[in-house]
């Protein structure tokens, strides 16, 4: 089987550096991908990790440890539209492609 | 490009009816996947198709099933609701089925209350 973990809620201030650690458990990896969703919103793309390494994109960067099984995401220079939650998801080979997705972690900026 | 659609976008239904959503993906997307989000479950794969084909099948029971058109729109139905099903239920499309790249484009999906 699969699962994806990731800690339910992470509270920080503007300004401020936040990582999201997600570990996983598939039978046949492909990538970690992150997904960020506003309340009342539909999840959007945020990044893919297919190799191990750090990947930019503007603020967020995501990073992958594929003998770890264990990714993060990066949220920097946090502004207030970043709260949000934020999912990882893996397909895998192992479960015919289907794409999994973790609990998601709610992100809350304070002023 | 307009982006994925949904509708109805709210719905209410009493436990023991059916109901059928539906999806139109962005254009030139041939890949629609579906999704119940409960605060209690997360995002839970309902299933994926391609091509007018059923390429991944997650666990939900008999009473979920789908179908997509040859113009790639889909639809969910739910037959004999029960209150659990009372969630979110989002259609995303891709250009490929099983595509590497993960990237999904969601719709703002279809609020279901079962009463």
């Known amino acids: 089987g699969q699962s994806l973990e990731q800690p339910s809620e992470v509270t920080a201030v503007e300004g401020a550096i936040v990582q999201i650690n997600c570990t996983y458990q598939?039978?046949?990896?492909?990538?970690l991908s992150w997904y960020q969703q506003h309340d009342g919103g539909a999840p959007t793309f945020l990044s893919y990790?297919?190799?191990?390494g750090l990947e930019e994109t503007g603020r967020f960067s995501s990073f992958l440890s594929r003998s770890d099984s264990y990714g993060y995401l990066l949220l920097q220079e946090l502004q207030m539209k970043d709260s949000a939650s934020y999912f990882c998801?893996?397909?895998?080979?192992?479960?015919?492609?289907?794409?999994?997705f973790g609990g998601g972690t709610r992100v809350l900026v304070k002023p | 490009k307009a982006g994925v659609t949904q509708t109805p976008r709210y719905l209410i239904k009493t436990r023991g009816q059916q109901v059928t959503l539906s999806c139109s993906p962005i254009?030139?997307?041939?890949?629609v996947s579906w999704y119940q989000q409960t605060p209690g479950q997360g995002l839970q794969f309902l299933f994926e198709?391609?091509?007018?084909?059923?390429?991944n099948k997650g666990n939900f029971p008999g009473r979920f099933s789908g179908r997509q058109f040859s113009n790639s729109r889909s639809e969910m139905n739910v037959s004999t609701l029960e209150l659990g099903d009372s969630a979110l239920y989002l259609c995303?499309?891709?250009?490929?089925?099983?595509?590497?790249?993960?990237?999904?484009?969601f719709g703002p999906g279809t609020r279901l209350t079962v009463l």
């Open positions: 995303a499309s891709a250009h490929q089925a099983g595509g590497v790249y993960n990237e999904q484009f």
């Open positions: 254009s030139g997307h041939r890949s």
């Open positions: 198709y391609f091509s007018e084909t059923q390429r």
């Open positions: 998801a893996v397909r895998d080979r192992g479960a015919g492609n289907k794409l999994t």
């Open positions: 598939t039978s046949g990896f492909y990538g």
């Open positions: 990790n297919a190799l191990d």
